[in-house]
C-alpha cells in the first residue's frame, strides 16, 4: 500500500458503493435483457460497450445533481469529476486494473494524469472498472486503478457487504525498484 493509493481511495470513499452497484447492475441489465440469440451475435467489444453505457447510465442516474459530482465529456472521454478531487473513468479491466482501448492522444494524456483542456488538472485520473470472468457473465470484482501511461501503478478492489463498502490493496508484486517506471520513451521525451 502506498501514500498515494491511500489518498486517492480516500478522495472517491463516498463513491465507492454507487460505483461497485453500477457496475454489476450494468453487467445485470445487459445479461438480463438482450436475448441469448443478440448476446451471442455480440463480439467482445460490443458486449464491453453495452455494459459501459448500462453501467454509466447507472452511475449518472445516481449522482446527477449530487453535491460535487459533475458529469463531463470531452471529445467522448467520458468521466465523474468528483469535487475536483478526483476523475472517474469506468471501463473493462484485466485482474491487473489495465482497460484494453484505443490509444488516443486524449486517452494517452488521461493515463498520462496530464492536463486535458476543460478537466480540473489538481483531480487525480482514475480508472473505476469491471473484471468479468472468462465466460463473461459476471462480474468478478470491481478494481480501481491508478494509470502511469502504459504502467499501473497501482490497483485496489471495493467490496460491498451489506451495504458496508471498503477496498483492498491487490497490487502485484514487483521488482524492487520498478514500482513507478515509465517505459515508454516517447511519453518520457515530451
Sequence with gaps: ???????CMSRIEPLFKVLHDALHDGMGFYL?????????????????NCVYDHAFHNLREQLDGEPGCHFLNRRGLEVLNYFDLALVRLKKVNG?????NLRTKQQRDYD??????GLPDAAVRLIVGYQPDAAFSFVERVIVSRPLGKTIRW???????DDASKWFDITPD???GTEAVDFDSVRRRS
Excluded: N
Design 155 to 161: 490497483t485496489a478492489q471495493i467490496v460491498v457487504a
Design 32 to 48: 438480463g435483457k438482450y436475448s441469448k440469440k443478440v448476446l451471442a451475435q455480440h463480439r467482445d467489444r460490443t458486449a464491453a
Design 174 to 176: 514487483r521488482l524492487a
Design 112 to 117: 498520462d494524469q496530464k492536463s486535458i483542456p
Design 1 to 7: 500500500m502506498s501514500a498515494d493509493q491511500d489518498d
Design 96 to 100: 491487473a486494473g489495465r482497460a484494453q
